[in-house]
């Protein structure tokens, strides 16, 4: 699923093309898609002429707010990712007129939902599992949505005074702890497991043993971690794109996630090992991350 560094990149992109466009007509193949905003007919008629606003996030969140009462509310879930190009419906499928990835690239292929725009261009959703949804909701309500009311706080956006109040009282292996959405918005098994590395810490270490410095280390490999995240367009380890329909470039530079079996990059004498936490993976080095 693409985390807060692969869905910030989206809605910078989408924010330079989109604003200003209106909506001119929308398609899908998948009805479960747009289940929640009403379905196609109803979706098309909310959407029809109206002008785009602005294009912001909510953890890993897309939100589109429109002219009149209502905002798009987008979650593109396991494979799903907004693009933006030219298409034509040939032989039962879309296919990009425009050369490279947006065409050529298998993960771009999926297109499940395609929304027409008054400069000729198109915003469509890929999206291999068909997990992804667009929700249509009343302004006033977007708040309310049970998606995001419960949210933790966005991580790029608070102190660390403000960081450090989140543990207060709080128990559970720290991996588990900052992944909890509730907890802190945006964090998947990614960006936990390249934090942790950074921040010398076993990912089973308990909360509750961290002091005042190990959370500040925390804090500050968090917010490293997610900019630079952001600078490299964030990680394509699967089905993840630009809106352009290129890949991200922060695998590449990953410390730990996946990295098994590898030396360890501090040249500690470590090797990546895997373990499971949770029901999810976590890749960490035995020799400088260690168990509080």
């Known amino acids: 699923m693409p985390e807060l560094p692969e869905v910030e990149t989206i809605v910078r992109e989408l924010r330079k093309d989109l604003v200003g466009l209106r909506f001119k007509d929308a398609w899908t193949d998948w009805a479960k898609t747009l289940h929640q905003a009403g379905g196609l007919e109803r979706f098309k ?5 109206k002008k785009i606003l602005s294009v912001r996030r909510r953890a890993k969140y897309i939100v589109l707010d429109i002219e009149g009462r209502k905002t798009i509310f987008i979650h593109q879930k396991m ?11 040939k032989d039962k499928k879309w296919t990009s007129t425009i050369a490279g990835p947006l065409r050529d690239d298998r993960n771009n292929q999926y297109i499940r939902v395609i929304m027409g725009l008054n400069n000729g261009y198109q915003l469509a959703l890929a999206d291999l599992r068909r997990f ?14 049970k998606e995001i009311r419960e949210l933790g706080p966005e991580p790029l956006e608070i102190s660390f005074s403000e960081f450090k109040r ?12 900052i992944m909890d959405p509730h907890f802190i918005a ?12 950074r921040a010398n810490l076993h990912p089973i270490s308990r909360v509750e043993h961290l002091d005042d410095k190990d959370l500040k280390i925390i ?3 968090m917010v490293s971690i997610l900019k630079s995240a952001i ?16 890949k991200g470039n922060f695998q590449n530079l990953h410390k730990a ?16 090992k895997r373990l499971k936490l949770g029901g999810r993976s976590g890749h960490f080095c035995p020799v400088h991350q260690v168990v509080k």
């Open 257 to 272: 996630y996946h990295r098994t079996g590898e030396k360890c990059s501090r040249k500690d004498g470590g090797v990546i």
């Open 132 to 145: 992804g949804k667009i929700i249509l909701v009343d302004d006033k309500k977007v708040d309310d949505l």
């Open 45 to 49: 008629k909310e959407i029809r002429n």
């Open 166 to 177: 989140l543990f207060t009282n709080k128990k559970g292996r720290v991996k588990q702890v």
């Open 79 to 89: 494979s799903g990712h907004l693009l933006y190009g030219k298409w034509v419906f």
């Open 186 to 197: 945006g964090i998947g098994n990614i960006y936990a497991d390249e934090i942790l590395w």
């Open 219 to 221: 804090y500050m490999a």
């Open 231 to 246: 600078k490299h367009k964030g990680s394509s380890m699967d089905d993840y794109r630009t809106p352009s329909g290129t």
